[in-house]
């Protein structure tokens, strides 16, 4: 079967997925896709199993304005196949929230060049880019990726940055991030603490 093909057969699979009331919540929210099924992510993600990780696919998924098509796309594209370049695009064509955390979930924290990606995004003047950047780093300390010097300076200055900014969602990103960060060794707690005093933050 082509791609164009498993392409319309996937976006007709949507239609059993549908759910008008996550929808709608998402409408009233103001995220605003061209088409939105209201899909669940568990659904998403039996779907994205059951098809396995293809290149080909997962970029003609992205091209679709369907939520359900972009986020799929995040979860088949193979995390070792895909060029900066390419992720550079997808990141360019990104405008929800919940789009930008699910390709850092399912896809970007898996990338080779994961920490000059969250590095460079961190420090991006659009909020999506910073949210994605943070998410990206949390996952990374979460999974014991220790920083050097250079990137110690400038994740505790971009986090200090977004603190004190005025997007929320950047904001829980960053603390969330710091948290992570604090939990690599007690070096990183006493780092993250006296730089969250600087700005009289802590820890809750």
Not at 11 to 34: C, I, L, T, W
């Amino acid at each position: 079967m082509d791609i164009n093909s498993q392409v319309k057969e996937i976006k007709q699979s949507f239609r059993q997925m549908m759910d008008g009331s996550v929808a709608k919540s998402m409408r009233d929210k103001g995220v605003d896709y061209k088409l939105n099924w209201g899909a669940t992510l568990p659904r998403l993600q039996g779907k994205a199993a059951e098809l396995g990780k293809n290149y080909d696919l997962a970029i003609a998924l992205w091209k679709e304005n369907v939520r359900e098509c972009k986020i799929l796309a995040t979860m088949m594209m193979p995390a070792d196949q895909v060029l900066p370049e390419v992720i550079d695009i997808w990141m360019e064509q990104t405008d929800t929230q919940e789009i930008a955390e699910q390709a850092a979930y399912n896809l970007y924290q898996y990338l080779p060049y994961a920490p000059e990606k969250a590095y460079s995004w961190m420090a991006s003047e659009k909020e999506l880019y910073q949210l994605c950047g943070f998410h990206v780093l949390s996952r990374l300390f979460m999974n014991k990726q220790e920083p050097n010097e250079r990137g110690i300076n400038e994740f505790i200055d971009q986090a200090l940055a977004a603190l004190q900014g005025n997007s929320l969602p950047v904001k829980k990103a960053a603390m969330s991030c710091m948290q992570r960060f604090a939990e690599l060794g007690l070096v990183y707690e006493r780092l993250s603490k006296s730089a969250l005093k600087t700005i009289n933050l802590e820890f809750l």
